[in-house]
Structure formats: structure tokens, C-alpha cells
């Protein structure tokens, strides 16, 4: 069975500082790599989403993320935070024939952005 | 733009009572899906339909229903609502046209059981 684990459940960076969010996922094959991100009372939107290719993803809101098989990782980073980032942020795995709304979610990082 | 649209944001019901959480796209989408979001646990998937008619369950259908008469439109029942299912409610669709796709989910809905 697949699984996303998202070790830290709160990262306090300030504003202007680089940012990692980590995610190490468990699949036995090549897996479809997400993350999203939720603002408060919000649903869930897309950052980026990893399928094949080049293992460097780029996304919305100056977002990126790189796919390391030999690590099983597909942390997020962004050079420089905003306060409008402070959010919570969901790492998902999915399967080949399995469509991105059936994929397996982490239990979520809270980012909180410090002036 | 996609447009996931839950009917209400906030819901108060009181234990027993039967309760309708409804869920409209307008991509024309195969898919969708309703999760529950609690503190700490994620997104946790409660059911899911490919197809108008068609659910299968997810990780937690137990206390729940769904019904999908429409292909815009999937509806979450509570049978008997209870305490523990104070929750966060999402609903997401996707395209099942090509498995490249990303889920577009709805605002939310935060029921309270009283």
C-alpha cells in the first residue's frame, strides 16, 4: 500500500527566509507526486505535481520540488516566504491508473511565516 | 475556471438527525470524492465515484452514504449524524480522461454535532 509521511507537522520560518517541506512517500513503483497547499477556511489547491521527466518541478507562487527515487522524497522548497505563504501544506502519492483525487495524503505541515 | 461548490460552509446538527452535505462541479469530471480533514490526520478518504450511479467506498465509509444521481452532483449522507463526526468535510472531482490529471476540490464544509 502507498503512504506519505510528512515529518514535520509545524516549520516557523521569517519572512524572506528559504523554505523546505518535507515528504518521504512509500510505493513499489514509479509514483504521481503532489503537493497542495490550504489557506485557512479554504480547500486544498494545487502547487505542483510530479509525473515523469525531469525530476525538478516547478509550480504556482514560486514554488518547486525535486523527485528523488534513491531517497524516496519529494520535498517542496521556495527561496525567499512570504507572509501570504503562511498555510497548511499536503504532500499526496498516487498510483498508475489511480487518479489524483484517489491519491494517498500526508497529514499535513502547518507553515507559519514570522515578520 | 473549475468550480467545486459545497453547498454550505458551516453546519450545526444535532445528534440523530439525518444530514445532506452536497457537492456541484461544473467540468463535467468523472470523478469525485468526499475526504474528511481532522487536526493532525490528514485528509482521510470517506467515498468516491467514477461514474454517475457508481461509489466505492474509501478508508472510513463506515456512518456514511453517498449518492451520485447526476454526473455534476455527489451527495455525502449522515445517516444518524453523531459527535464524531464533527469534522471537516471536503469534496474534490478529477477527470478520469487521462491519469495526468490534479484533483480541484471544493471550500469545505465544517459540520458540528451537537
Known amino acids: 500500500a502507498q503512504s506519505v509521511t510528512q515529518p514535520d507537522i509545524h516549520i516557523t520560518v521569517s519572512e524572506g527566509a528559504s523554505l523546505e517541506l518535507r515528504c518521504n512517500y512509500s510505493?513499489?513503483?514509479?509514483?504521481?507526486l503532489f503537493w497542495y497547499v490550504q489557506s485557512p477556511g479554504q480547500g486544498l489547491q494545487l502547487l505542483l505535481k510530479y509525473f515523469s521527466g525531469d525530476t525538478l518541478v516547478q509550480g504556482i507562487k514560486g514554488f518547486e520540488a525535486e523527485f528523488k527515487r534513491s531517497q524516496s522524497s519529494f520535498n517542496l522548497r521556495k527561496p525567499s516566504v512570504h507572509w501570504s505563504d503562511a498555510a497548511e501544506y499536503f504532500c499526496?502519492?498516487?498510483?498508475?491508473?489511480?487518479?489524483?483525487?484517489?491519491?494517498?495524503f500526508g497529514d499535513g505541515t502547518t507553515l507559519t511565516v514570522k515578520p | 475556471d473549475v468550480k467545486v461548490t459545497q453547498s454550505s460552509r458551516y453546519l450545526v446538527k444535532r445528534t440523530g438527525e439525518k444530514v445532506f452535505l452536497e457537492c456541484v462541479q461544473d467540468m463535467d469530471h468523472e470523478n469525485m470524492f468526499w475526504y474528511r480533514q481532522d487536526p493532525g490526520l490528514g485528509l482521510r478518504l470517506i467515498y468516491f465515484?467514477?461514474?454517475?450511479?457508481?461509489?466505492e467506498k474509501g478508508d472510513i465509509p463506515e456512518g456514511y452514504s453517498v449518492s451520485r444521481e447526476k454526473k455534476e452532483r455527489f451527495s455525502l449522507i449522515l445517516e444518524s449524524a453523531s459527535t464524531n463526526q464533527t469534522s471537516m468535510y471536503l469534496c474534490?472531482?478529477?477527470?478520469?480522461?487521462?491519469?495526468?490529471?490534479?484533483?480541484?476540490f471544493g471550500q469545505g464544509t465544517r459540520l458540528t454535532v451537537v
Open positions: 499526496a502519492v498516487g498510483a498508475l491508473n489511480t487518479n489524483a483525487g484517489k491519491s494517498t
Open positions: 510505493y513499489g513503483a514509479t509514483p504521481y
Open positions: 465515484s467514477y461514474d454517475v450511479k457508481m461509489k
Open positions: 474534490a472531482s478529477s477527470s478520469s480522461g487521462n491519469v495526468n490529471t490534479e484533483a480541484f
